[in-house]
């Protein structure tokens, strides 16, 4: 079976000449869910805005579901960023339109997608983040937990191969933050999930790799990787007072 | 259309008027502009035809005359222009209440008056009767160019949280002891108008590659809605058709 995501020997560098990836290599597996960790300025965000063709021009390949990734052909980009759904730290950059409904129909329009087939995309990404009651206001009106769950909507609607999320619990509420847990565990689609917040990691991905100094440092269960405190510290990750990931796991799985 | 969309001048009642599709209202309040702005100035009957014509509209679209009344005021800053036209004038002169007016003057005024009225008056009315976003969808399938409905398109997104930027920003000026009298106040203001305004630039930029990764190319999607019926077309057609009538009436007897 083909990777959802296969990533070989990815470099980059800022116009100014700031060195972002330095040889990235990473394989995602179709429906596996991976987390993406690393402290800040370790290259996370350019590494995302890689995946879907928006930066690019370093060395090295990206193969989304097979399909390489060519910054220079439009034809084909149009197709990877319907297979690449990212999903922005800020929903208030990812929400647009006047209206909810309109917001989640942007991104299938824009695949030629039209009328009761439209509907019914918006219909099912609205109901998969449970918003379909809220599908005419203004993003506006919605509390923070509820714009990023219709930032997910609004990928969800193009049918992604792979759903990237960028900080996905930053700024939530405790039950805003658990909720979109459950949303995403029931979501029956590729994960990688950029993240600081590693319990989130730990409850979502069965997998996390480190990404510091443009590379992939590290590779491992969430489990195992957040139980090495010596690996933790090299990468300026570190857990909340008080978490141990031995106990949050024998909780999740008695 | 659904809750929230509440701006200012719009006035959310379920009325003939409010069901009529954007684009009719808005050619419709077009050309009785255009009517009552061609008309000559000293058809005051035809004036007081268009006056009758705004308040039967007003009745159909169910919108209080106080309500109205408030929001045309927006029109004082041009009419207190006008009342000068009467004393500055030249030619032919009237005395009134013993001050000598210039009959041009006073014929200037009226035209101001009357018409800047009538104008702010009809479009209070379609305002008052239709939504932001209807109005913005009207314009689009009325084929206004593109680059214009999607800045208001934006505009009426992004508003709000540009107005919330500067709230917060303006809260956190003043928890830092920031004493907001005139004078002091306009070193912070300019450079919070600054910040703001590389906020906004910044948002825009994020805006776009978000945009650009669903697929954006340029174009943003048509809303898909059928073309508006004869039916409401007709029904419009009859305000603009009836002043236009009462034009030729006046001027032709």
């Known amino acids: 079976m083909t990777a959802s995501l296969q990533v070989a020997g990815l470099h980059f560098a800022y116009p100014d000449g700031s060195v972002a990836l330095r040889g990235v290599d990473l394989t995602v597996a179709a429906g596996e869910r991976v987390a993406l960790l690393g402290p800040n300025g370790a290259g996370k965000t350019t590494l995302v805005l890689h995946l879907n063709g928006i ?26 960023r319907r297979r690449v759904g990212i999903v922005f730290q800020d929903p208030d950059d990812q929400l647009f339109m006047p209206t909810v409904a309109e917001d989640v129909a942007f991104g ?143 909780g999740v799985e008695p | 259309m659904g809750a929230g969309h509440a701006h200012p001048l719009h006035l959310d009642r379920d009325s003939l008027v409010h069901r009529l599709a954007a684009e009719v209202k808005i050619v419709a309040m077009l050309l009785f502009t255009i009517v ?9 009957r035809a004036f007081a035809g268009y006056a009758a014509l705004i308040v039967a509209v007003m009745v159909l679209a169910r919108v209080p005359a106080g309500w109205l009344a408030k929001r045309a005021t927006i029109e004082l800053p041009f009419v207190l222009l006008a009342v000068a036209l009467p004393f500055a004038g030249h030619g032919e002169r009237v005395d009134w209440l013993g001050m000598s007016l210039s009959v041009d003057g006073l014929h200037g005024a009226w035209n101001i008056f009357a018409k800047g ?32 409905t999607q800045i208001a398109t934006f505009m009426l997104r992004y508003l709000d949280v540009l107005a919330d930027d500067a709230r917060r920003m303006r809260i956190a000026r003043l928890a830092r002891g920031y004493d907001p009298r005139f004078l002091w106040q306009v070193k912070a203001f300019a450079v919070g108008v600054g910040s703001l305004f590389l906020r906004a630039y910044e948002r825009g930029e994020r805006v776009y590659l978000a945009m650009v990764s669903r697929g954006y190319t340029g174009r943003l999607p048509r809303a898909d809605a059928g073309p508006a019926p004869a039916a409401q077309w007709i029904a419009a057609a009859t305000l603009p058709a009836a002043s236009a009538g009462i034009a030729l009436a006046t001027v032709l007897t």
């Open chain 1, 55 to 80: 930066l690019g021009g370093g060395a090295g390949t990206i193969d989304v579901a097979g399909l390489r990734v060519d910054p220079t052909d439009r034809r084909g980009l149009a197709e990877i």
């Open chain 1, 108 to 250: 299938p329009a824009n695949l030629g997608v039209r009328g009761a087939e439209l509907q019914a995309r918006v219909d099912e990404a609205l109901a998969a983040v449970g918003m379909a009651a809220h599908r005419d206001q203004v993003p506006h009106h919605l509390s923070f937990g509820q714009r990023r769950r219709v930032a997910v909507a609004t990928v969800l609607a193009m049918h992604p191969e792979i759903l990237v999320l960028d900080e996905p619990s930053s700024n939530l509420d405790p039950a805003s933050r658990r909720e979109l847990a459950e949303i995403l565990e029931s979501l029956p689609v590729t994960v990688l999930m950029v993240t600081h917040d590693l319990p989130y990691a730990l409850q979502l991905c069965p997998r996390s790799v480190i990404l510091d100094g443009g590379r992939i440092a590290a590779d491992a269960p969430t489990g195992q990787l957040l139980a090495d405190d010596d690996l933790l510290r090299a990468h300026r990750l570190e857990l909340p007072f008080g978490f141990s990931p031995a106990a949050a796991r024998a």
């Open chain 2, 36 to 44: 009552v702005v061609v008309t000559p100035r000293t058809e005051f």
């Open chain 2, 117 to 148: 009225t009538l104008g702010v008056l009809a479009s209070l009315l379609l305002a008052a009767t239709t939504t932001m976003r209807d109005l913005i969808l009207g314009l689009d399938r009325l084929h206004c160019p593109a680059v214009f």
